[in-house]
């Protein structure tokens, strides 16, 4: 991962400089640089024999909710754990001197740790547990590893029981989409809002290889509006962006911030 300063292309501050209205379409390589694996990343440790695609699915959980639910409460302590990277701070910063909204696809709260204000989080949350069965917010207890909860004590994963509603007693589930849901509809109707009003988006750290979301940076291209690619690979974004930088989120953000002298 490159930790050396980079020297942005002119144009693509400028780009920035122009802009009035920033949509920030961020993936997990935004939290890469904070600790927090990619959803792509060999899964590490306990979770390594286990596809993060198949954990996330509404059949993992009937199958097995207490190994989906122990595998989330192992992602909410990882990310407890983790802070906000020199990128997420860059973006707030950006906030500054315009419009920027957040649009991301993480589950983790690192943008609002950060200070910025996310106005979509288009795969949902990990801190909003919500019931299974009615889908009332869950405010109760068991919503996270216990302290002194030493994880690396386990051979296997933690099966941890699901706590159950109270309105309902269904068991509560992680707020997050699994593969196969819809995504919330109030999420995607603010991300549309908000790159149809925006004049530049900036793209960071995803894949762009899942739907609907990767129609978001598209939908701006079809519109004629230039999209910024922030990424230390190729991404599937990457032949149709206005501009592919390579470089990443925690030193790519923080040099457009010095190049704009802001
Ligand atoms: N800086 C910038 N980009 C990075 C960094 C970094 N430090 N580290 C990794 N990347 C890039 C990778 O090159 C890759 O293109 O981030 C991207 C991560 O891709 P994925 O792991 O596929 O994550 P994401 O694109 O967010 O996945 C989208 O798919 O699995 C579902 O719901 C899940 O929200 C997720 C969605």
């Given at each position: 991962m490159p930790t050396t300063p980079v020297t942005l292309p002119g144009d693509v501050v400028d780009l920035v400089r122009q802009a009035h209205s920033i949509t920030v379409f961020s993936g997990a390589g935004m939290s890469a640089e904070s600790g927090v694996p990619t959803?792509?990343?060999?899964?590490?440790?306990?979770?390594?024999?286990?596809?993060p695609a198949a954990l996330a699915t509404v059949d993992a959980w009937d199958n097995d909710p207490a190994l989906v639910w122990g595998w989330y409460l192992w992602r909410m302590k990882l990310v407890g754990d983790a802070q906000p990277n020199p990128g997420h701070r860059a973006i707030t910063a950006l906030a500054d001197h315009r419009t920027v909204m957040v649009v991301t696809?993480?589950?983790?709260?690192l943008h609002e740790r950060a200070g910025s204000n996310v106005i979509s989080h288009l795969h949902g949350s990990l801190f909003e547990p919500r019931c299974s069965g009615c889908s009332a917010p869950y405010h109760g207890?068991?919503?996270?590893?216990?302290?002194?909860?030493?994880?690396?004590?386990?051979?296997?994963p933690p099966r941890i029981d699901p706590p159950s509603c109270r309105e309902c007693q269904s068991p509560v589930r992680p707020g997050v989409v699994w593969f196969g849901e819809a995504l919330p509809r109030g999420a995607w109707q603010r991300a549309e809002h908000a790159i149809s009003g925006s004049d530049l988006v900036l793209v960071i750290?995803?894949?762009?290889?899942?739907y609907p979301a990767a129609e978001l940076p598209e939908r701006a291209l079809a519109a004629g509006t230039p999209v910024i690619e922030f990424n230390i690979d190729e991404s599937a974004l990457s032949p149709y962006v206005t501009r592919s930088v390579r470089t990443s989120a925690a030193v790519g953000l923080p040099a457009l911030l010095d190049a704009l002298g802001e």
């Open positions: 959803f792509r990343d060999a899964q590490t440790g306990l979770w390594e024999r286990y596809d696809q993480n589950v983790d709260d207890t068991g919503t996270r590893l216990p302290d002194g909860f030493d994880i690396t004590s386990y051979t296997e750290g995803t894949s762009g290889i899942v």
